[in-house]
């Protein structure tokens, strides 16, 4: 592989030695948005972007991580009894390392040279694939047998206590656990995950907005404190709900009463969401595109309205996109405010559709867009050099 080889032949440089490659893939999520902190479900896949670890132990305790994507080196303490984040791309480094030495896993000290082709703040995750590949990478060099589905709880555990983003855990799971040309639906709750086939007449397009709001974080933990109140609300009457996957649509327009706004339309796009993922996966394993994309525009709208999560350019990049012949839905896809979209779109027309939309948005907004078709890809492993 091209990408290890060259990471290889600079590690050398660098550090005088041969190291080990791993990598951890990005990830597109279909449809099932903000339900995976209310351990509901969702349908990502993993990409083929992803970001690569060269690595090779030390005799000592302590990391020399180079990250080619900021050009920049962090020297770090693995015997730091409390270290502190300081937001900085090597906060996610850190957060892992303390995890797993907390969770009782001995790392041993090791030189890291860390490479991505995954767009940083575009909402394909390139954090959780940082987390997840510096984390495997540190856990295989220590002899340390990786349980994925443990890794992607660590990881989640240190980007929610240590760099302090509340996220879910869907992100570093699918980056775990991707499965080539699947996409899978996750039970966010019992983590059950069940691979879910594309048909090969349709293709998943990710379009890059190539903005990114400052919103992005702050609203994020916002938005999840406001499904807790949710929870909290309507625990009042619903006995026995532990989450707003207790909770269904029709709860929710009973008990409007409790729910103040804009807490009840937070409460209505998860659980409306939530079905929406399930009816998704139905209509794609019945080879039913045009409901399938029916439910990703819906969710697109309940995340704009409801949620009010999107912007101005992911809504342009949307519309434009639905309006694309070959095009059967298309919606917002990561945490939004800014990042990228998703659409469904016929293999056939992609060609037409990358031009037609990566001209159209260009036009609105000066901004020359990535447009890529997906291959859906495996999850966390080694590299052959
Ligand atoms: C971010 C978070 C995920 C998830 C999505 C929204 O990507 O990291 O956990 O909540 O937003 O679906």
Redesign the pocket.
Known sequence: MPIAHDLAAQFARRFGRTPRIFRAPGRV?LIG??T??NEGFVLPAALELATYVAIAPRGDRRLCAHSCTFDATVKIDLDDPAPTARKHWSDYVVGVVLTLDRAGQRLTGADILIWSDLPVGAGL?SSAALEVSVGYALMSVSGIPVDPIALARSCRSAENDFVGMR??I??QLISCCGLADHLLLIDCRSLDMRPVRIDPSVSLVVCNTMVRHELASSTYNLRRHECEQGVALLSDRLGGIAALRDVTPRDVATYADLLPEPISRRCRHVVGENMRVLEAVAALEASDLVLCGRLINQSHVSLRDDYEVSCTELDLMVEIARSVPGVYGSRMT??GFGGCTVSLVETEAVDRFTETVGRAYHAATGKAPQIFACSPGSGVGPVCI
């Open positions: 999520n948005e903000h995976d902190y995750s996220c879910g869907m992100d990561g945490g």
